[in-house]
């Protein structure tokens, strides 16, 4: 009993301390300086940018050329269709790939925290995000062209992108302790995305309702990332869209860490 | 370094009643003891016999089920990072991330164990380990030798008092083992190091002390001097006769004079028509048997040492492991 009255008591301080993290910064450089030292990272770029500049100019989706609006609607809706592929891309290796080589071992008996470990590897993981989105400032660039756009809307829709890419990303990591092989992290990562994502739909939602009930309806609705994302790209920046982000992304990443550390030797 | 407790600053590593299980299996089951500044460990046995195990322990990678752990001072389950901060690992296959370059990697560790002066202690272990040639290629297009260098480098570049290598010569080649050896041997006396082999030459050369552990269970921990003193070949006398002898009268004569002798339990025919005298004391009876050699037609005569791997083999059989 003392042993764990002593550990528990440790852990808590170490929470005060900031030592809960130790290494995150460590963990953060290499990995995010490893996107880039391997054409992975590139070959991602080049998809998300071809991909979204497609989605957003074409005119089976977002006829941004046609509608001549400015504002940038037509790239922000199709963007978590596009992530809900490709962060859990990017998640995929994050854990996978130390435990397939055995560097987890090495990683995680340095004086670094399990905990610090994964926060570094996810902020990587989504400054990287973040660096490919600001790759696509050619389209703010066009949007500022054509007119006067409403600069806090733009502001806000990327605030969304990257709030969903962070939810994304801590979703595509869990699975990623999860198991070894990389593919199958990719796939269980994608569908439990893609099931986040089409809870929120209307057609979704009807079906939910008439299947289970108002209530169950109503808590899909409310775990579901669409709405929120859709809230944020409409401008509107509230508290509790932000905390909803914030709560689902840190579920998600504690969740991971729970797991990564049932999984770590195996 | 830090006293903790009232301990003696030498005592490193204290492993009490370690014991971990995989399911229903004992992987490690109530393994003690200690390794003092100075120490060589050598950690033998079979494969599964709980060596990994019990060094991933010791490193804070597994959490025993039961059991303590003391590093220098610290205990491994509640003052990790600090027992961590003063162990240096080279994990089996000795992984790395391959992507980097050897520099990159050595770094990142560098800045991992939140080192003052980074690229100083770079360059001391790349020094130290023979990696110069390497430093700017990537982990992944290194040789095997080349792979555990870096291995053995990023373990040393806190320069720990803990050293802790599970199978560092495994896979290389005579001379690269020579210089792993070396390095062992001119870092002992300041470390405490544990390190794991299946090479039984190995634990004779670089080891003071050596610890059998099979199921789980540590069978012997002794010097390797005092554990070949218990092979069943130490101190047996192998004389090669002459063929022709060995067919004579003369020579049935000679070996029934020998089987005679007070000293000799018994006489056993060994390959290419050597014999064996075994002592019956297990001490060395060389002097003897030369004075008895008289007129036998002698070609050869070799003490044996006795072997560390028959006494493995003897210690391990039978054992789960």
Known sequence: ?266 | MEEQGGKAPDLLVEVRDLTKHYGSIKAVDGVSFSVRRGDVLGFLGPNGAGKTTAMKMITGFLEPDNGQIQVAGFDVATEGLESRRRVGYLPENAPAYGEMTVEGFLDFIAEARSLPDRSGAVRRVVEMTGLNEVFHQTVETLSKGFKRRVGLAQALIHDPEVLILDEPTDGLDPNQKAVVHGLIESLAAEKAIILSTHILDEVEQVCNRALIISGGRVLEDSTPRQLIARAPHHNVIRVHLNEDFLASEAGSNWIQRLREQPWCGSVESSPRGAIDAVPADGANHLSELLELLGDAQVEGVQLLEGRLDDLFRSVTKGVAA
Request: charged share 15%; glycine share 10%.
């Open chain 1, 1 to 266: 009993m003392s042993t764990a009255n002593t550990a528990t008591g440790s852990s808590l301080g170490s929470w005060f301390q900031g030592r809960k993290y130790t290494g995150a910064k460590a963990v953060f450089r290499r990995e995010f300086r490893s996107y880039f030292a391997s054409p992975l990272g590139y070959i991602f770029i080049v998809i998300f940018l071809v991909a979204s500049g497609y989605l957003t100019l074409s005119r089976d989706f977002g006829r941004f050329l046609e509608l001549r609006q400015a504002d940038l609607d037509a790239f922000f809706t199709y963007i978590p269709w596009l992530f809900v592929v490709l962060v859990p891309a990017v998640a995929m290796r994050l854990w996978a790939e130390e435990r397939k080589t055995g560097s987890v071992e090495l990683l995680l008996t340095l004086p670094v925290t399990l905990e610090g470990s994964y926060v570094g590897k996810f902020l990587a993981g989504w400054c990287f995000l973040g660096f490919s989105l600001l790759l696509t400032w050619p389209v703010v660039f066009q949007v500022a062209r054509l007119g006067d756009p409403d600069w806090g809307v733009i502001f806000t829709g990327y605030l969304a992108c990257l709030l969903t890419s962070a939810a994304f990303l801590a979703i595509g990591m869990l699975f990623s302790a999860l198991t070894k092989n990389q593919v199958v992290a990719f796939i269980l990562g994608v569908t439990a995305c893609v099931i986040f994502l089409l809870l929120g739909l209307p057609q979704s939602l009807e079906a939910i309702g008439n299947l289970a009930g108002g209530w169950v309806e109503e808590v899909a609705s409310s775990v579901s990332l669409v709405d929120h994302f859709e809230s944020l790209t409409r401008g509107l920046l509230e508290l509790p869209t932000l905390l909803f982000f914030l709560l689902f992304t840190a579920a998600w990443l504690v969740g991971g860490m729970l797991v990564l550390r049932q999984t770590k030797a195996n």
